[in-house]
């Protein structure tokens, strides 16, 4: 009787658990694609090259819900470009933007906090920019933002949910589906709740081990 009465709960654990998978996918691309967005703008700015534009996205995409930005993307702009964008397609514009918007931000203060006498030093010895950005100024901001960097990383695991309400498998769509589907809402979200509360934990451990191998590196770099 009692692996009986478990058998529903475990089968919609391991169904709610399986959307982990569309989660992580969207983190990453969201991530990977606002990563270059908000470094090519952020050095634009900080070169004050296009600085209205790039004050004005960032405005922009801070300033809407994101799920109003989910929506305009998969809803208004195959209006424009005058055909269907699949769900992913959607999903993964909308999230790069809007992380690209926040990282943005990261990473010009990051650029802020480098010493001008770097930029000064590069200019001097006659360093092309492509290899002065990759590979001395980006590394010295990369320490003063992996926090800031790490808590975008973790908001955007979370705000991926939203990709539920265009009908995603994700973690939410798939405990909405269960609760649905049993009459019951407290075990379907309890149990998403716990896929997300670990999922935010592991990548929170995992930028800590990430910023000290940092700091480590720095300091080598440094003697």
């Known amino acids: 009787m009692g692996a009986q009465t478990m058998n ?13 998978g569309v989660t992580l996918k969207y983190t990453l691309i969201a991530l990977t694609g606002g990563t270059v967005i908000g470094t090519f703008l952020a050095i634009l700015k900080y070169n004050h090259i296009g600085e209205f534009g790039v004050n004005a996205y960032v405005s922009f995409l801070r ?22 964008i699949p769900v992913f397609i959607a ?30 030093a590069c200019n001097a010895l006659g360093i092309p920019p492509l290899l002065m950005w990759r590979d001395i100024i980006l590394p010295q901001a990369i320490k003063t933002i992996f926090p800031a960097f790490l808590n975008e990383a973790i908001t955007l695991a979370k705000e991926t949910a939203l990709i539920s309400t265009l009908g995603e498998q ?5 405990a909405q589906l269960t609760a649905a589907e049993h009459y019951t809402y407290v ?25 000290k191998g940092l700091c480590y590196d720095y300091s080598q770099k440094s003697i």
């Open 63 to 84: 300033g809407t819900p994101l799920l109003v930005q989910l929506t305009l993307v998969y809803f208004v702009l195959p209006t424009l470009v005058g055909f269907p």
């Open 187 to 211: 075990l379907p979200l309890v149990t998403a709740a716990i896929c997300y509360y670990l999922l935010t934990f592991c990548l929170e451990l995992l930028g800590k081990k990430l910023e």
């Open 91 to 120: 999903g993964s514009i909308a999230f790069s933007l809007n992380a690209g918007a926040y990282i943005t931000e990261i990473i010009s203060a990051g650029l802020n906090s480098v010493d001008k006498g770097q930029f000064e």
């Open 8 to 20: 529903p709960f475990i089968e919609s654990f391991i169904y709610i658990l399986t959307g982990l």
């Open 170 to 174: 994700d973690i939410m769509r798939r």
